[in-house]
């Protein structure tokens, strides 16, 4: 009886400790952390040189190199390089690249955001219905025509910020945010505004199906410089700002009630939170579409290299985000030319199998 | 700190009209069935759930109305029961959690987490993941939280839920040897009795009676509140008050 007892003792609650997949430490110690960091922003400029090089059409390095540094310097094409070239670098990849850096690192910090917010692994960017309302806007205006003077991008904003609205207020209850009745809330809006897209969709023209389908699956194509004015500023100023919130963050990321006792004024913070991080997706998906998983896989795999303190995790998620998704876009161009794939098939094609393993991994948990 | 309660109600929670007190350096139980309000009524003192009518001071100051969310939470640090929120921390980062309502001081703050968890016998356990530690190691780390935190007031949660008997003796011990002001929801009337200077019992929502655990925890009070037959004694080994139970009803 005493030995049994002991040995009770001894092993303390197998099912605590055999946790090998969560027990490993970050894998990025504190120390490699800068180290990280410095990598990444070094790839930075490599890539997207890389992006407006190889497309279609490859063009030499040199000239990719001469056409950038002469507009930005003297804000002309160089008089050496030939006018095509000089449009296919400045005027059509460099934009495209440069909207999809600012798209990926701006959805891969909303997302994060909004995993924190709700505390819930699987939420993304899309989990409140923004991206539902933005599709549905845009949707009606490229089958219906213009609304009220919008454009496909005017409307799709209009539409996130609205449908936000109607999810913060059937996701709230007695002026308290829960995070389960705002998922439940968005998730309802999402299926009935989806609904109504596949509606439109039926009804569209022929020639309209193409333009509805890239833009639901996200693409950069065609971006122009002006159109970068707008999610440019708002991703900058928004991540500037959440990047000073880690600590708040990590104690969100404790439950309500640690949070309050740390200090933070709960409620106050998640309504911001959602504001900023619902901001930050309607102004990138209103000129990018509907970019599936990069909110999602992006903050995952940054937080499993260096664990989930938001004060390291928030920079390193927008850089990555940023990469991934000016690669992305690079393979979307280059893989089967001269045909052009949308974003979001490639996002989906190496976010699946990752969301899978995440899904086996929570499981494991739970 | 003096921590002062007074006709604080809150109506989801069922707490109406409870003045209490915690003097300076008090260890002040309060102790009553499921549902009693034990809770809601700590919620009211770390902010988490605003009270319908009443006031709770901290220091003299009012901390619904006077201090912000961050003030308040320089004075009053929490220990709640174990939960399994941030599993993917390691030890030291849920540590540094603490210092959230604090200026950020990278060096400083490094020092104030070390000598937190050399406090609770845990300095060899910086680097291990949260999730690895036992039930008893894992409430060790959130008291380490609460000192790093730095506040003159800790508030306990029923924080010996879960743990075994060694481990909820041990933190309690720590608790006490602290000397800090003290407020403890307590599930356990033997560790209230045990290490509290004072109880208040909690019956739906009202205070029904306060003062030392011996005048407390009388049979009549505790077959009242908690209907069940009790013998109040001392414990052979530590001397401490010691209450055995029985069902309600003599059979």
Redesign the interface.
């Known amino acids: 009886m005493r030995r049994a007892w002991t040995a009770v003792r001894a092993a303390?609650?197998p099912s605590?400790?055999e946790?090998p997949q969560?027990?490993?430490?970050?894998l990025i110690s504190e120390r490699r952390y800068p180290l990280l960091v410095v990598l990444l922003l070094a790839a930075v400029p490599v890539l997207l040189v890389a992006a407006v090089t190889y497309g279609a059409v490859d063009l030499p390095a040199a000239d990719v190199w001469r056409v950038i540094t002469a507009h930005l310097t003297t804000g002309r094409p160089p008089a050496d390089v030939s006018g095509i070239d000089n449009e296919i670098i400045w005027n059509s990849r460099a934009p495209r690249t440069v909207l999809a850096l600012i798209a990926g690192a701006g959805l891969a910090v909303a997302g994060a955001i909004l995993q924190t917010v709700v505390?819930n692994p699987l939420a993304d960017p899309y989990v409140l219905g923004v991206t539902s309302g933005a599709s549905l806007a845009a949707v009606a205006v490229i089958t219906l025509g213009s609304v009220a003077g919008l454009g496909v991008s005017g409307a799709a904003f209009v539409g996130a910020c609205a449908t936000l609205a109607l999810v913060l207020a059937l996701g709230s209850r007695r002026g308290a945010l829960t995070p389960t009745r705002l998922v439940l809330a968005g998730v309802a809006l999402s299926y009935l505004l989806q609904g109504a897209t596949s509606y439109l969709q039926l009804r569209a023209q022929p020639d309209q199906l193409a333009g509805i389908l890239f833009w639901l699956l996200g693409s950069v194509a065609g971006a122009r410089w002006s159109d970068l004015t707008a999610p440019g500023v708002i991703v900058v100023a928004c991540t500037g700002w959440l990047l000073l919130q880690g600590?708040?963050l990590?104690?969100l990321?404790?439950?309500?009630?640690?949070a309050?006792?740390?200090?933070?004024?709960?409620h106050r913070f998640r309504l911001a939170l959602l504001a900023v991080a619902a901001l930050v997706t309607a102004a990138v998906i209103a000129v990018a579409g509907g970019i599936a998983f990069v909110g999602l896989i992006v903050p995952h795999a940054v937080?499993l290299l260096v664990?989930?303190?938001h004060r390291r995790t928030l920079p390193l998620i927008a850089v990555t985000g940023g990469l991934f998704l000016v690669a992305a876009d690079l393979a979307a161009r280059t893989l089967s030319p001269p045909l052009e794939l949308p974003l979001g098939i490639l996002t989906a094609i190496l976010g699946t199998p990752f969301f899978l393993w995440l899904l086996r991994r929570e499981s494991a948990?739970a | 700190m003096r921590v002062q309660l007074s006709g604080v109600h809150v109506e989801i929670g069922g707490v109406s009209g409870v003045d209490l007190e915690v003097e300076p350096g008090e260890f002040v139980g309060l102790v009553g069935p499921n549902g009693s309000g034990k809770s809601t009524l700590l919620r009211a003192l770390y902010r988490a759930r605003r009270p319908d009518a009443g006031t709770v001071r901290v220091d003299g100051d009012d901390v619904w109305r006077t201090l912000s969310a961050r003030r308040s939470a320089q004075r009053t640090a929490v220990l709640a029961q174990h939960s399994t929120d941030g599993f993917d921390f390691t030890v030291a980062e849920l540590v540094a959690t603490g210092r959230t309502p604090h200026r950020s001081a990278p060096a400083a703050d490094r020092e104030i987490i070390a000598r937190a968890l050399e406090r609770v016998g845990m300095t060899g356990r910086a680097d291990r993941p949260y999730a690895t530690l036992s039930g008893g190691e894992r409430q060790r780390v959130l008291l380490a939280r609460a000192l790093a935190q730095q506040g003159d007031v800790l508030v306990l949660d029923e924080p010996t839920n879960h743990l075994d008997i060694a481990a909820q003796l041990e933190l309690l011990e720590l608790v006490h040897e602290l000397k800090i002001t003290t407020l403890a929801a307590l599930h356990d009337l033997n560790l209230a009795a045990a290490y509290c200077d004072r109880l208040y019992v909690l019956a739906a929502g009202r205070v029904v009676a306060y003062g030392p655990a011996l005048d407390v925890l009388t049979p009549a009070l505790l077959l009242e509140v908690f209907g069940v037959r009790a013998h109040l004694g001392l414990n052979p080994l530590t001397g401490r008050p010691n209450l055995t139970f029985a069902t309600g009803d003599p059979r």
């Open positions: 303390p609650c605590r400790t946790r969560l027990s490993s430490p970050h505390r600590r708040r990590n104690a990321l404790l439950g309500d009630e640690t309050a006792a740390l200090g933070v004024h709960v937080r664990g989930p303190d948990v």
